[in-house]
């Protein structure tokens, strides 16, 4: 029984994980008609500049929240910035094309953010995770530890979920959008849309490390730990 419970709350979290993947890839199918291919990999960029800043920039006497928390906020404004350069710079010039067209270009993008962060950080395997909480933080609930980073992550997937179920659901500025992939979006909202799926991109991606035992910018998989 033990077993089986240990089980359910990693499969919570795993799942947590997707849905956080999965919203943001309906935010923008629902509200502006793109089937965004790009969505792992902004994610991945996003969390290798939150990496970057949590390994590389953060200096030895810092705190370890401090160093977290810079890190957090830096790849989730690294991806809203990068949802915004990519509304305002590309879809919102494609918006009355095919959905084909939508979906090649993010194929495109896609292979830009591979390619640069293979430039930036090379091809190699990275074994060096980023704790959204203490590792030391555990609550227990029937005879089974749970991480306070599980409990984030599953918190985190369960409120932005009925969030967005709300925001589609009851904003006038999304009806149109959200009842038709190929309405076409207001300016602002298609601009607010992007943020808010690149924030949940690089929210999966950053809680994913939690997860993985190493992570490569050429791959979106990578070799569990034991």
């Not at 924030?199 to 490569?216: E, P, Q, V, Y």
């Amino acid at each position: 029984m033990a077993a089986f419970a240990a089980y359910t709350i990693i499969g919570l979290s795993l799942g947590g994980i997707f849905s956080l993947a999965a919203l943001g890839i309906v935010l923008i199918y629902r509200t502006t008609g793109v089937l965004n291919f790009a969505h792992g990999a902004m994610g991945m960029f996003s969390t290798f500049i939150a990496w970057q800043v949590f390994y590389g920039w953060s200096h030895p006497f810092w705190p370890g929240w401090l160093s977290t928390l810079l890190a957090v906020i830096a790849g989730l404004v690294f991806a809203a910035a990068m949802g915004l350069f990519l509304e305002f710079a590309v879809f919102r010039w494609v918006r009355t094309r095919e959905p084909v067209v939508k979906a090649v270009i993010t194929i495109g993008v896609l292979l830009a953010l591979q390619s640069a962060a293979s430039l930036i950080w090379k091809n190699n395997q990275y074994h060096l995770p980023i704790y959204l909480a203490p590792q030391t933080l555990t609550i227990t609930i029937a005879d089974v530890p749970i991480g306070a980073n599980n409990i984030v992550i599953i918190v985190a997937a369960i409120v932005l979920a009925f969030g967005l179920g709300a925001f589609l659901r009851y904003t006038s500025s999304a009806g149109p959008c959200a009842r038709s992939p190929t309405a076409r979006p207001r300016p602002r909202c298609g601009a607010c849309r992007w943020d808010a799926s690149a924030r949940s991109a690089g929210c999966s991606a950053a809680s994913s490390r939690r997860w993985r035992g190493s992570s490569s910018p050429r791959s979106s998989t990578s070799t569990p730990r034991a």
